[in-house]
């Protein structure tokens, strides 16, 4: 995994503390209107286009929003013991 300082990291990485602002305001519409919550999901950023050093500006094309129904669910195989 690079590093900040590392070539090419606005190239191959994007901010996650979009989806933490989103997170936050998705629970606080949940507690206080009742609004429900996504299920854990995969969410397939776009990587943004450009040579390392000179990415293009991160747009909402790039960082997709949850779905109330998503098509890759995060799961978890059942475990017996």
């Known amino acids: 995994m690079p590093r900040l300082s590392s ?3 606005d190239v191959h990485m994007l901010p996650v503390s979009v ?3 989103r997170a936050l ?3 606080l519409a ?3 209107e009742g609004t429900p919550l996504p299920d ?3 969410i397939h950023p ?3 286009p450009g040579r390392p050093g000179q990415a293009a500006p991160t747009t ?3 960082l997709p929003l949850c779905s109330l129904a998503p098509s890759m669910r995060i799961g978890f195989p059942s475990i017996t013991a």
């Open 46 to 48: 776009v990587p943004r």
């Open 60 to 62: 909402t094309e790039s």
């Open 25 to 27: 305001e998705a629970m």
């Open 7 to 9: 070539p090419g990291f």
């Open 30 to 32: 949940h507690l206080r």
């Open 40 to 42: 854990s999901q995969v």
């Open 19 to 21: 989806y933490q602002v």
